[in-house]
C-alpha cells in the first residue's frame, strides 16, 4: 500500500494559445508526502497547478497523470475535485451574493457526500478551522472572496482544503501575500490535513519561507518547463543562498 | 399532450394546461358591446360600466407606445385575444369544491400547500375570475379585506369608487385604458388603521386557454399606520400562439402606512406581459415594489412610486431574466413631490441565449421637494456573447438640495469564476448556477424564504443545458 504513488505524472506536456508551456514532467508523489515545486516566475509553476486541476484554456499535448491509478486527465475539473484533488489558488476569483458559509456547505456536499456537509461534524470542522485561521463568524455571511484582503483571501483557501480534506492539496503560491503569522497557520493546516494521512501535498512557491514550516519531503526545481533538479529540504536553503542561476549552469553543463 | 406542447421550450415546469371547461367564453376581439356585455354579466354600478366604454374608447384611439420593443408590439392581434373567460361559476373558499382539473392544477403549483405553513390569505385567479378565495378568520376580525375585486366592487363600492383609477388614470397608456375597460378579477385588500398583517397575503393568476387575455385589476389600500405584504405569482401554460396579460396595480399608502408588493413573474415563453403597477405614498408611508421577473415573451413594467407627502420612502428591488427569444424592458419610476423623501432603486438583470433585457428608469425631484435623497443602481450579468443589455436612466432633479447616487454595471461570466467554482466540486451548470443565484442574492433575500428557495431553483432550471 505505501509504495503506490498517490500521484504518478509521466512526460506531462501542455500548451496554452499554442505556446508550449510544460515540457515533459515527471513526478511522484507518496501518500502521506509533502513536495514542493520552485522555480522563476514564467518557470511553469501556476501551469503545473493549472493542468492538474484542469483548467480548460489549457491543452495537454502528451503524457499522464494518475491520482491513485485514476486517470485525471479523462476528467473535468470537477470530476477532479471529487476525486480528491484540491487547489488553493494564488488569485481566487469572487462570486458576490453567494455566502462563505452556504459556499462551503455546497462544495463539501459536492465533493464528500450531502452526509459530510450535515450535523455536528461539519459544524465542529468548521469552528475549529476558523479558530485556527483567526476568522471570525460573521466571515461566513461574507461573499465568496469579495471585498477580501489578500490574507483573508489565502485564509479562505486553507479553511476550504480543511473542510475538503483532500486526497492531493495543490497549493498555488498560497504564502504570497501571507505575514508570517499567515504562513504559520497555512503551515498548520497543511500539517494538519497531510502528515500521517494518505494524503499529499504540492506545494508551489517563490521562497522557502513557507518550506521552513511544512518542512516537504522533497523539492523540485522547474526551469523552463521541466524539473530539473529534486532532493531534500536542503535543496531549498541552498536555492534560497544562491538563486537558481547554478542550477542552470548544472543542467547546460549536464547536456 | 395536445399539439401545442410539442413547442414547449426548455425546462418550464408549468407549462401544462387543462381541458377547457367553459362556463362562459366570450368570442375573439374586442368591441363596446364585449365591454358591456362584461359589465353586465357582473352586474356592476353604471358609473363602472360607463367608465370601462370611455376606456375602451381612449385604447382604440391611443396608438402603441413608440419605445420598448416595438416590433413585438406590433405583433400582437387585438382580434385573436378571448377578453372573457369564465371556467367555473363561483368563488369558493373550499378547495375541495373547486373544479377537479382546476384545483389539480394550483396544487401542482403547490399554492394550497405554501397557504397551510405561511399565509394569511390566498386568492387563486384562474382565466378571467377567482376561483378561490380565502382569508385568516383573525385577520377578517381585525377588520382586514381581502378580497377578488369583483367581490370587492359589490360590497365596498364607496371605497372602490374613490381610489378606482386615483393611481393609475385609465388614459395612462394604452394598455391601462385597455385593462380598464375589460379588467376582470385582480385583489382589493383594504387593511385599517395600525393593522399589521403578519404573515404575507398571495395571489397566483393561471392562465389555462390559449390566445386568452387576462387582465386582473388589483386595488391595496393601507390605513394610516398599517402594514401589509402582498406576493403574486402567476404561470401558463406553453402554447405555440400567444396570450395578453395586461393589469393594473394601484396602491395607496395612506400616512406612516407600509405597503411590500412582491412579484414571481413566470409566464411562459409565448405572453406578453403588459403591466402598469403604481402607488401614492403619503407622509411617512412606505412602498416597496419587489418584481421578479422570469419569464413571458415580452414583459413592459416600471413600478412607480409617487413620493406625495413628506418624509415618505419607496424602493423597487428588481431582478429580470431573459433568455432566447424574450425581452424584459424593466425598471421604475419615483417622482419625488414631497421634502425629505427617499428612494431606491436596484435593478439586475441577467441574459441568455440572445434573450434581451432593459433597464428603463426615471426618477423626477420636484423643485419645491427639499431634501430628497435618491439612489439607482442597475448591474447587467451577460451569459453569452449573443445576449444583450440596454440601460436608460433619466433624472429630472428639479432642486439642487437632492442627492442622487447612480451606478451601472455590466459583468460577463468568466471562464476564471467557472473553473473557480468546479474545482470546489461543482459542474459548469451548478457553477453557473451559483453565480447567477448570487447575483439575483439581493433581490431574493427581500422575499419570503419559500419564494426565495423557488426562484433559486427556477434559476438553476434555467441554467440546465446552457453550457456548449
Redesign the interface.
Known sequence: MGNLPLLKIEGLEASIDDTMILKGINLEILPGEVHAVMGRNGSGKSTTAHVL?????YEVVNGSVQLNGEDLLEM???E???AGV??S?QY????????VGN?LR??VS??RGEEAAKGAEFRNLLKEGMEQLGLDRSFLSR??NDGFSGGEKKRFEIL?MML?KPKLAILDETDSGLDIDGIRTVAQGVDAAIRGSNSGALIITHYNRILEHVKPDKIHVLIDGKIVKSGGPELANKLEEKGYDWVEQEVMDNE | MSEDARSAVGDYKAGWHDPENATIRFDFGLSEQVVRDISALKNEPEWMTELRVKAFHHFNERPMPTWGNMHMLEEIDFDKVCYYLRSSDSTEKNWDDVPEDIRNTFDRLGIPEAEQKWLSGVTAQYESEAVYHSIREDLEEQGVIFLDMDSGLREYEAIVKKYFCSVVPYADNKFSALNTAVWSGGSFIYVPSGVHVEMPVQAYFRINAKNMGQFERTLIIADEGSSVHYVEGCTAPTYSTDSLHSAVVELIALPGAHIRYSTVQNWSANVYNLVTKRGIAHEKATIEWIDGNIGSKLTMKYPAVILKGEGSHAEVISVAYSGKGQHQDAGAKIHHLASNTTSKILSKSISKNGGRGSYRGMVTVSPKAENCKVNVVCDALLLDEESRSDTYPTMEVGNSGARCEHEASVSKVSDDQLFYLMSRGHSEEEALALIVNGFFEPFTRELPMEYAVELNQLMALEMEGSIG
Open positions: 486541476m484542469g483548467h480548460p484554456d473535468e475539473a470537477f477532479r475535485a471529487r484540491f487547489l489558488f481566487p476569483h469572487s462570486v458576490p451574493g453567494l455566502q459556499f455546497r462544495s459536492a465533493i461573499y465568496v476550504q475538503i
